[in-house]
C-alpha cells in the first residue's frame, strides 16, 4: 500500500523522544496527536523504538486525539498514571447546549494550541476535556463561561461520559475489495472518479494517506475521503451470481 508519511520534522522530534528516554531511563511524553499522526507514530515507533516501550493513550480506550509515551520497560505498570493530562469536567444548566465547537473555540480563544488539547465529549449538562496539566491550569483560573453559558470545572471527576458514535449504513456490492471500489460506493461517484480521489491525495485508510487505487481493504479498515465524511467497512458478505461481492459501510455521522 502506497502511504505518504508526515513530513522529517514530525519524525525527528519522535527520534528525540527516543534519545531522550534511552539516555534519561525515564517516560518522555509528545504532545496531543492527531489521528493521523497517530498512526505515523504507531508505525514509526514499530520499526525505531529499540528496545524501549512505547504507548498511545488520550485518557480513554476511544479518544481520537492521543499523547504517545516512549519510556523503559520498568515503567510499564503504571505509565498510564504519568501522563501529563488532566480530565477537566465542566458542569453547566441542563437546558443550555454547549457543543464539542463551542468548548474548543473558547479554549483557542485563550491562545491556547490545539496540540494541548485532546477530546471534548459532550452531555446533558456536562463535558469533559483532556488538556495538558499546564493548560488545565489555565482553564480552570480563567474560564467562567463558554460563550454566553456559565460553567463550572472541576479537575477532580473520572472519566465518565457516554461515548457514543452513530452511523447511517451505506450497503451496495462492488467487483473487488480494491480501494476504488469502495470509494467509489462510499462516495457515490464511478470508479475513475474514486481513482482520481485516491491519486489526489483525498483518501486516507486508518488514518494514513493511501495513493493507489489497487490497495486492497479489509473488514475493520476506516476510509477517509475528503469532502464526503468517514465510512467503518464493517462487513463484507456473500458473492453475487456475477461475481459481485456485498459490503456494508457505516458512515459516521
Wanted: aromatic content about 8%; proline content about 3%.
Amino acid at each position: 500500500m502506497n502511504v505518504p508519511l508526515l513530513n522529517n520534522v514530525f519524525f525527528a522530534r519522535l527520534a528525540d523522544m527516543v534519545s531522550r528516554s534511552s539516555r534519561d531511563g525515564c517516560a518522555v511524553f509528545s504532545p496531543f496527536l492527531d489521528e493521523r499522526e497517530c498512526a505515523e507514530a504507531q508505525q514509526w515507533c514499530l520499526h525505531n523504538a529499540g528496545g524501549l516501550r512505547y504507548m498511545l493513550w488520550g485518557g480513554f480506550p476511544e479518544a481520537r486525539r492521543r499523547m504517545l509515551a516512549v519510556y523503559p520497560d520498568y515503567c510499564e505498570g503504571y505509565i498510564k498514571e504519568e501522563y501529563p493530562f488532566v480530565c477537566l469536567t465542566l458542569s453547566f444548566r441542563r437546558e443550555d447546549r454547549l457543543t464539542h465547537r463551542d468548548i474548543l473555540g473558547t479554549f483557542m480563544g485563550m491562545q491556547l494550541k490545539r496540540n494541548v488539547i485532546g477530546d471534548i465529549v459532550t452531555g446533558e449538562g456536562a463535558a469533559q476535556v483532556f488538556v495538558t496539566d499546564v493548560a488545565g491550569k489555565a482553564i480552570m483560573s480563567g474560564v467562567r463561561k463558554i460563550g454566553r453559558v456559565g460553567v463550572k470545572i472541576s479537575d477532580s471527576e473520572p472519566f465518565e461520559m457516554e461515548v457514543v458514535q452513530e452511523f447511517r449504513a451505506v450497503g451496495g456490492t462492488v467487483a473487488s475489495m480494491r480501494l476504488d471500489c469502495i470509494v467509489s460506493l462510499a462516495a457515490g461517484v464511478s470508479r475513475e472518479k474514486a481513482s482520481c480521489l485516491i491519486r489526489g491525495e483525498k483518501v486516507s485508510v486508518n488514518h494514513l494517506e493511501v495513493t493507489a487505487p489497487a490497495s486492497e481493504l479489509e473488514s475493520g479498515d476506516v476510509i477517509s475521503i475528503r469532502g464526503c465524511g468517514r465510512f467503518l467497512l464493517s462487513d463484507i458478505g456473500d458473492t453475487t451470481k456475477k461475481g459481485r461481492i456485498h459490503v456494508t459501510l457505516q458512515k459516521y455521522i
